[in-house]
């Protein structure tokens, strides 16, 4: 309601019984080639939620990134990366720089994005891949933005985190463009 858009409200006690899978078999793959993939979400506070986000490997390896509020720190074993977030009960964005991520924390190279789970207790908007990057939530697409409210800062409504962090801006103030992109619902309109 607070957003005026379609969203997924998972919620339960057991969180990997309330989910949202896609693809909806895990054997499968998007193989969506990225490199920034942006999930649009709020976490209910005072509640356990995690996401994980499949990533296939140059190796055949598939690194399982999973972002909760039930990790204090970053970890790396294996081939899971947990990666600590907050509840705040806001609408917000986290975008996630898939090559760079797996660079930073662990030893394997990004080839693909496998897929997705999101867990209670959270509602999810949209998850979609975009060749740009996009530095805060009044810079994306129009599709993709979340209501503005009359007299209130836009990024005070509305949390914005990216993973890894984001380099300084470019000095002309342009996001920042990858080629070789292919998406799930795409920033750029070229669907799939």
Same mark, same amino acid.
């Given at each position: 309601?607070?957003?005026?858009?379609?969203?997924?409200?998972?919620?339960?006690?057991?969180?990997?019984?309330?989910? @949202?899978?896609?693809?909806?078999?895990?054997?499968?793959? @998007?193989?969506?080639?990225?490199?920034?993939?942006?999930?649009?979400?709020?976490?209910?506070?005072? +509640? /356990?939620?995690?996401?994980?986000?499949?990533?296939?490997?140059?190796?055949?390896?598939?690194?399982?990134?999973?972002?909760?509020?039930?990790?204090?720190?970053?970890?790396?074993?294996?081939?899971?990366?947990?990666?600590?977030?907050?509840?705040?009960? +806001?609408?917000?964005?986290?975008?996630?720089?898939?090559?760079?991520? /797996?660079?930073?924390?662990?030893? !394997?190279?990004?080839?693909?994005?496998?897929?997705?789970?999101?867990?209670?207790?959270?509602?999810?908007?949209?998850?979609?891949?975009?060749?740009?990057?996009?530095?805060?939530?009044? +810079? @994306?697409?129009?599709? !993709?933005? !979340?209501? +503005?409210?009359?007299?209130?800062?836009?990024?005070?409504?509305?949390?914005?985190?990216?993973?890894?962090?984001?380099?300084?801006?470019?000095?002309?103030?342009?996001?920042?463009?990858?080629?070789?992109?292919?998406?799930?619902?795409?920033?750029?309109?070229?669907?799939?």
């Amino acid at each position: 309601k607070t957003i005026g858009r379609q969203v997924y409200k998972l919620a339960g006690r057991v969180i990997q019984a309330h989910s @949202l899978t896609i693809p909806s078999a895990l054997t499968d793959s @998007l193989g969506v080639p990225g490199p920034y993939l942006y999930i649009q979400y709020m976490a209910a506070p005072g +509640k /356990l939620f995690v996401m994980h986000v499949l990533l296939q490997t140059v190796g055949g390896l598939v690194v399982d990134v999973s972002i909760s509020n039930m990790y204090k720190s970053i970890k790396h074993k294996g081939t899971a990366l947990h990666i600590p977030a907050h509840a705040t009960g +806001k609408w917000g964005t986290v975008v996630i720089d898939m090559p760079a991520l /797996l660079e930073a924390h662990t030893t !394997f190279k990004f080839m693909c994005l496998k897929g997705f789970q999101f867990c209670a207790n959270m509602c999810v908007r949209t998850a979609f891949s975009s060749q740009s990057l996009y530095r805060s939530n009044a +810079k @994306l697409p129009k599709d !993709f933005l !979340f209501p +503005k409210r009359e007299g209130l800062a836009y990024d005070s409504l509305y949390e914005f985190e990216a993973l890894p962090s984001l380099p300084p801006a470019q000095q002309n103030g342009k996001a920042y463009k990858i080629a070789g992109n292919l998406s799930l619902e795409n920033a750029d309109n070229n669907s799939v």
